[in-house]
């Protein structure tokens, strides 16, 4: 019996799934998998559980689990689960990577796919649950795919457990039309979610490359000109999330002597009205295209007073403008969902996070630029790089849909209706963007011999299976091949050494470090590296544009402190040698030493949110190498003393073993035939040069052999946490 709020009650039942509570949940009944889908914000995360646990799958001594791709989701859904009970979260829980609040009463588990992921390798069966509902299948994470893989075999085998799997699109065929995943059709429920007409506006022009400007002005004249509720924009990334709210902020302070309202009529202005319906693609194509009837805001809304008028305009209303990105603190983006001050009008500036996994109230009209930002990797050299794209129909669609959860809304896209049909339609699955080692070592772990044959719902492409079988193998992870039997190349035994590793919740380079750092009572250090190249983005960003002169000259003196700061944290002597890996280690320890403030944080250039999440990591990675080795005992030294010369040298072989193909060669001033190759490295896969970054304490040194964790391409290929390699 559930105990809920009046208010609460009557919020659920104006959710679209709460209508077919019956007939999900006798598909449940009467299916082992089912797939939901229901545009998002129809209740499927919050309810669906709920749902659930009514109809007695959480009695005795199974429990509920479901899964989310991202942290943000997992933790700030299973509070409001827990809210809309009335129950604590004792019972209703999330776990993510680093950390969580399960206990022996917990009966509904919020945690990300990976963390179920691992489950799966400590207990096949996952005996513990009664139901497992995998969310946000469209989204297609790499550990989504696998779970969806590996759950269609396990299911069957652990009657009577149910699988859920719910997708914000229809674009559900990879799943349920896949004979090798599920040899029949798996049933389909689609929910029909009251989606309230979104009006579409299009830009004439796609304005060249500052969409951003463009997206600033729109919002000005949004809510300059527009009726109240809520704005979304969306941008790529979280820098430009940031000088977005400062910007805006800058526009529109708060004022306590609020002006009178205009209200527009806007059907008046209305060129076409389109209907979002919730998955009828071809509904939406309709209506758009037709330009020549001068849809664009500026039409609309009269003339264009220019950046200049808007900045200096008085504001009606105050603007209450708020950030949301995956990396920013969970308090901040709590804030979020509470209610604006009153008097005020709310504008989320987010990335990529708002597009389906939270549902943000009141919203009314989105911004959209179009964009998104995305890592992309180099199959062969494995060099990555953050590239801004255009990102897909569906997610433009997505974007749009938020506008019209509570009313009717608008979506302005800062791009022409001519480019949006260029977009390609769906956004690819990730499974086949990424290096895939983590995943054929932990296939292996679970004794999956032939990755290939793994039920994939999109498998990954040959040369990446191949290239992370290599890897393992190079790594002692997987048994070497016999030499000249090519086809049992994808077929490689898993090692005692593949098998501990598997056991640490790091990447297969990461864990043979661990698995190797006992010499010499390294292993402290080890684990705080790993940590630290784990988490990766330990320091703020610096390198930003900057909006005036004067935080030009700001940003130029902070930059000085923090290099100074950095050069003294990757000490003297021997220890320089580890670079940037002395400097992670040196920050880490320093930041404990002071108590792992948020002051502390902020004054040396560390990320707080970062920093914490190395602490948390450590205790589990510590933890872990006990459970691997019960003679460890290793304990947790959170401040650490710094390591000694033969410490360092240690460190560096450990170092060495796991980055072994991340070898980079100083080029000699006699080979230089091109200029290009000014102070650039040589490594066996590039043909081109990769360069110590000015940021690396290694950067005045140039050492004639380094190491490097990754090789990120931005205005060059430059190499980031880069250590130096002793010549014997
Ligand atoms: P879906 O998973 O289908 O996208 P959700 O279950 O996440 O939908 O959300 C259903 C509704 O619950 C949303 O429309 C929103 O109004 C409300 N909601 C969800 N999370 C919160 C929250 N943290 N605070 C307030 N309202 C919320
Ligand atoms: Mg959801």
């Not at 969310?135 to 299911?155: N, P």
């Not at 590793?501 to 402290?524: D, E, I, N, S």
């Not at 902070?558 to 220890?575: C, T, V």
């Not at 040196?586 to 502390?600: D, I, L, N």
Request: charged residues 25%.
């Amino acid at each position: 019996p559930v105990d809920r709020l009046p208010e609460i009650q009557a919020a659920r039942l104006k959710l679209p799934v709460l209508g077919e509570e019956q007939v999900i949940m006798e598909a449940v009944r009467e299916n082992m998998c089912v797939v939901l889908c229901g545009e998002t914000g129809s209740g499927k995360t919050t309810q669906i559980p709920q749902f659930l646990y009514e109809a007695g799958y959480a009695s005795g001594d199974g429990i509920i689990g479901i899964t989310e791709p991202r942290r943000v989701a997992a933790v700030s859904m299973s509070q409001r689960v827990a809210m809309e009970m009335n129950m604590s979260t004792r019972v209703v829980s999330y776990q993510i990577r680093y950390e969580g609040n399960v206990t022996s009463d917990t009966k509904i588990k919020f945690m990300t796919d990976g963390v179920l992921l691992k489950e799966i390798q400590k207990d096949f069966l996952l005996q513990k649950y009664r139901v497992i509902i995998i969310d946000e299948a469209h989204e297609r994470s790499v550990y989504t795919d696998i779970l969806i893989g590996l759950l269609s075999r396990i299911v069957p085998l652990r009657r009577p457990m149910k699988l859920l799997i719910m997708s914000a699109t229809l674009r559900v065929e990879d799943f349920t039309e896949n004979k090798k995943l599920f040899p029949r059709p798996l049933p389909v429920i689609k929910v029909d979610a009251r989606q309230f007409p979104v009006t579409v506006h299009f830009n004439r022009r796609t304005p060249t490359d500052d969409y951003v400007g463009e997206a600033f002005r729109k919002i000005c004249k949004i809510h300059r000109m527009l009726p109240p509720g809520g704005i979304l924009v969306f941008l790529t990334g979280q820098a430009e999330v940031h000088s977005m709210c400062r910007r805006l902020r800058r526009a529109f302070p708060f004022r306590s002597n609020r002006g009178s309202l205009i209200y527009l009529n806007l059907n008046h202005f209305c060129i076409y009205k389109l209907n979002i319906s919730p998955f009828g693609d071809e509904d939406r194509q309709a209506g758009i295209g037709d330009e020549e009837d001068g849809s664009d805001l500026d039409l609309e809304l009269g003339d264009d007073p220019g950046d200049e008028g808007l900045e200096k305009c008085d504001p009606m209303l105050p603007l209450y403008v708020l950030p949301l990105y995956s990396l920013l603190a969970p308090e901040q983006q709590g804030k979020v969902f509470r209610p604006p001050p009153a008097g005020t009008r709310l504008c989320v500036v987010a990335t990529n996070v708002a597009e389906t996994s939270l549902t943000i109230p009141g919203i009314k009209y989105v911004v959209d630029c179009g964009r998104v930002k995305k890592r992309f990797y180099d199959r062969v050299t494995g060099v990555s790089s953050f590239r801004v794209t255009w990102t897909s129909q569906a997610s433009a669609n997505q974007r749009a849909g938020r506008a019209g959860r509570t009313e009717p809304g608008h979506c302005y896209r800062l791009y022409s209706s001519a480019v949006f049909s260029d977009f390609q339609e769906f956004s690819e699955a990730e499974i086949t963007r990424r290096p895939v080692d983590d995943l054929v070592l932990q296939m292996k772990d679970l004794n999956i011999e032939k990755v290939v044959n793994f039920p994939f719902p999109t498998p990954p492409s040959m040369e990446a299976l191949v290239a992370a079988e290599h890897l393992l193998v190079s790594l002692g992870a997987l048994e070497e091949p016999p030499r000249d039997m090519e086809r049992v190349r994808l077929s490689c035994p898993i090692t005692p050494l593949g098998r501990a590793m598997a056991a640490f919740p790091v990447a297969p380079r990461y864990a043979k470090m661990l698995a190797m750092g006992k010499q010499q009572g390294c292993l402290p250090y080890v684990i705080t590296l790993v940590a630290a190249m784990t988490v990766r983005e330990i320091f703020e960003e610096t390198d930003r544009p900057a909006a005036s002169e004067e935080e030009n000259a700001k940003m130029a003196q902070r930059r000085a402190r923090l290099g100074q700061m950095r050069r003294l944290w990757a000490g003297q002597g021997a220890s320089l040698l580890l670079g940037d890996l002395m400097v992670m280690l040196g920050a880490v320890g320093a930041c404990e030493y002071a108590g792992c403030t948020p002051k502390f944080c902020q004054e040396n250039g560390l990320r707080y949110k970062a920093m914490l999440e190395i602490r948390q990591l450590r205790g589990q990675l510590t933890t872990a190498v006990n459970a691997v080795d019960p003679e460890a005992r290793l304990y947790l030294d959170a401040k650490m003393a710094p390591p000694t010369e033969s410490q360092v040298l240690c460190l560096q072989q450990i170092v060495l073993a796991g980055l072994g193909d991340h070898l980079a060669r100083r080029v000699q001033v006699e080979e230089l035939l091109d200029p290009k190759w000014h102070n650039g490295y040589k490594t066996p896969l590039l043909d081109s040069p990769v360069f110590i970054h000015p940021n690396s304490v290694l950067f005045k040194t140039l050492p004639d052999y380094v190491v490097y964790q990754e090789v990120l391409e931005t205005s060059k290929m430059y190499m980031r946490g880069v250590s130096a390699v002793q010549e014997e």
